[in-house]
Antibody, heavy 123, light 106 residues
Framework: QVQLVQSGAEVKMPGASVKLSCKAS????????IHWVRQAPGQGLEWLGG????????KYSHKTQVRLTISRDKSATTVYMELSSLKSEDTAVYYC????????????????WGQGTLVSVSP | DIQMTQSPSSLSASVGDRVTITCQAS??????LNWYQQTPGQAPKLLIY???NLATGVPSRFSGSGSGTHFTFSITSLQPEDIATYFC????????FGQGTRLEIK
């Protein structure tokens, strides 16, 4: 079965960077894209970006693209997201999510989600 | 960016009621619209994709409709386990979510 297992909680100072991981299993990693979505405390969902597991092509939201890097390690079947220049507003639960259909084009329909990783940014 | 406006922001209904949530897009998004359910402390769960398609394993009391800029999500015969927050999501141009609708039992 499809599983997405995320790395543990992080506490960071403003201005620092954070790198989260999402380990995928139970399917052919290179056939699907994985995305990152975050949720600030008590708030809604915000899409950050995604990466194609096969060709590594990425897509980012306009808001975070300057500070966000999404990468993947095919041999480790793991996707990473690194957010730099952290601000207090980046405090959120960060989820990775896999797309519904395989292919080279992203479909942006997310039936599979990781358990979430809490990132706290505080001086 | 495309803005998604959900209404109402919160809703109280009785078990057995029909519940309807709407989502308005700031521009035409065809049928590139999904609906998710989220309970506290959990990741979102996909319920409806492409505006009207029921995701695998989702009960048939959930349904979606619409195209262009106006979309609706309905639950026929509300069950206690349906208490959650519901989000719409467009993917016509990048991805944006609605602000969510919190559903409570009356």
């Amino acid at each position: 079965q499809v599983q997405l297992v995320q790395s543990g909680a992080e506490v960071k100072m403003p201005g620092a960077s954070v790198k989260l991981s999402c380990k995928a299993s139970g399917y052919s990693f290179t056939n699907y894209a994985i995305h990152w979505v975050r949720q600030a405390p008590g708030q809604g969902l915000e899409w950050l970006g995604g990466i194609n597991g096969g060709n590594g092509k990425t897509k980012y939201s306009h808001k975070t693209q300057v500070r966000l890097t999404i990468s993947r390690d095919k041999s480790a079947t793991t996707v990473y997201m690194e957010l730099s220049s952290l601000k207090s507003e980046d405090t959120a639960v960060y989820y990775c999510a896999r797309e519904i259909w395989e292919g080279t084009e992203m479909t942006h329909i997310f039936p599979f989600w990781g358990q979430g990783t809490l990132v706290s940014v505080s001086p | 960016d495309i803005q998604m406006t959900q209404s109402p922001s919160s809703l109280s209904a009785s078990v057995g009621d029909r519940v309807t949530i709407t989502c308005q897009a700031s521009q035409d998004i065809s049928n590139y619209l999904n609906w998710y359910q989220q309970t506290p402390g959990q990741a979102p769960k996909l319920l409806i994709y492409d505006a009207s398609n029921l995701a695998t394993g989702v009960p048939s009391r959930f349904s979606g409709s619409g195209s262009g800029t106006h979309f609706t999500f309905s639950i026929t015969s509300l069950q206690p386990e349906d208490i959650a927050t519901y989000f719409c999501q467009q993917y016509d141009t990048l991805v944006t979510f609605g602000q969510g609708t919190r559903l409570e039992i009356k």
